[in-house]
T-cell receptor
Framework: SQQGEEDPQALSIQEGENATMNCSYK?????LQWYRQNSGRGLVHLIL?????REKHSGRLRVTLDTSKKSSSLLITASRAADTASYFC???????????FGKGTLLTVNP | DTAVSQTPKYLVTQMGNDKSIKCEQN?????MYWYKQDSKKFLKIMFS???????INETVPNRFSPKSPDKAHLNLHINSLELGDSAVYFC????????????????FGAGSRLTVL
């Protein structure tokens, strides 16, 4: 299985601090995506990084990908209370239709 | 206007019953999915349809039967419900971006929480 595994499982920070979440996976991928899930809601796509990319930015989000280590990180800068959510990485490998999700990191941003 | 809508949002039923969850997307996407999220938040793909054709069928008990009457709808019927079926079921859709380096970004519904008593 190429299931992603996020680390840490839970992270609690103060508003204004940066939050870093990591994702490791097992097999080769075509791309890796990060999604956010607010409590009781569906997942929302945040950012996608392709296997030939090393870093990508979107607003306060920065994603890195190291295919040699089979790992990715998501950095949220200047966090806000509204960033409180679970964050999942998802990998697409042999079948681009089959996104495999990790177990998620629960981020709590305290005001 | 909700892009991916699922009904019902909550479903409480007895063991052994049969129930259905409906999903509709108005994004014009070709591909739809069912995912199951358990109590530990682990999200696992169950089925995927592309233009009404089944393309992903994971190891799911045959009590679960998806049906796609058209590419905007994907329903999930569950027979003989068991306690272990209790979970949140998410419908999602996507449109293939094309090409070898294309990517598939999913748009999720809000989820249907199924509780089997």
């Amino acid at each position: 299985s190429q299931q992603g595994e996020e680390d840490p499982q839970a992270l609690s920070i103060q508003e204004g601090e940066n939050a870093t979440m990591n994702c490791s996976y097992k097999t080769s991928i075509n791309n890796l995506q990060w999604y956010r899930q607010n409590s009781g809601r569906g997942l929302v796509h945040l950012i996608l990084i392709r296997s030939n990319e090393r870093e990508k930015h979107s607003g306060r989000l920065r994603v890195t990908l190291d295919t040699s280590k089979k790992s990715s990180s998501l950095l949220i800068t200047a966090s806000r209370a509204a960033d409180t959510a679970s964050y999942f990485c998802a990998t697409a490998g042999g079948s681009n239709y089959k996104l495999t999700f990790g177990k998620g990191t629960l981020l709590t941003v305290n005001p | 206007d909700t892009a991916v809508s699922q009904t019902p949002k909550y479903l409480v039923t007895q063991m052994g019953n049969d129930k259905s969850i409906k999903c509709e997307q108005n994004l014009g996407h070709d591909t739809m999915y069912w995912y199951k999220q358990d109590s530990k938040k682990f999200l696992k793909i169950m089925f995927s349809y592309n233009n009404k054709e089944l393309i992903i069928n994971e190891t799911v008990p045959n009590r679960f039967s998806p049906k796609s009457p058209d590419k905007a709808h994907l329903n999930l019927h569950i027979n003989s419900l068991e306690l272990g079926d209790s979970a949140v079921y998410f419908c999602a859709s996507s449109q293939w971006a094309g090409g070898r380096s294309g990517a598939n970004v999913l748009t999720f519904g809000a989820g249907s929480r199924l509780t089997v008593l």
